[in-house]
Nanobody
Framework: QVQLVESGGGLVQAGGSLRLSCAAS????????MAWYRQAPGKQRERVAS???????NYADSVKGRFTISRDNAKNTLYLQMNSLKPEDTAVYYC?????????????????WGQGTQVTVSS
C-alpha cells in the first residue's frame, strides 16, 4: 500500500501564492505518474496538472502559466506551486499517483489518492 499526505493548503487573497506538497510512503517499489486534481463544491473532480517520472509536466488550460508542478523522486514527494491565484481556483486539491508496490516478492500497480487539502482564494 501507498499513503499520500498532502499539506500546504489554506486561505489566500486573489493574486497570492500557495505551495502544496504531497509525500508518498509505504511499500513503494516505484512511483510512476503523479498528479494534482481538484474538486470545487458542486463540480466534478478535474485534473490540474500531472508529471511523469522523467519530469515532463502537463497542465490544464485553466492553470497554464500560473501553476508549476514538480517532483523530488528521491523523496517521493510531489509539489504544486500556485501563483496568481483566482477565486475560481478554490477547491479541495488531491494528490494522485500510479505506483508500483513490492510486497511478498510481488509487484503490483495500483492507483492512490491523498485525503485532500483545502485551498480557498478570496476576492
Amino acid at each position: 500500500q501507498v499513503q499520500l499526505v498532502e499539506s500546504g493548503g489554506g486561505l489566500v487573497q486573489a493574486g497570492g501564492s500557495l505551495r502544496l506538497s504531497c509525500a508518498a510512503s509505504g511499500s513503494i517499489f516505484r512511483i510512476n505518474v503523479m498528479a494534482w486534481y481538484r474538486q470545487a463544491p458542486g463540480k466534478q473532480r478535474e485534473r490540474v496538472a500531472s508529471i511523469t517520472t522523467s519530469g515532463r509536466p502537463n497542465y490544464a488550460d485553466s492553470v497554464k502559466g500560473r501553476f508549476t508542478i514538480s517532483r523530488d523522486n528521491a523523496k517521493n514527494t510531489l509539489y504544486l506551486q500556485m501563483n496568481s491565484l483566482k477565486p475560481e481556483d478554490t477547491a479541495v486539491y488531491y494528490c494522485y499517483t500510479d505506483a508500483t508496490t513490492y510486497v511478498d516478492s510481488r509487484t503490483t500497480d495500483s492507483r492512490y489518492w491523498g485525503q485532500g487539502t483545502q485551498v480557498t482564494v478570496s476576492s
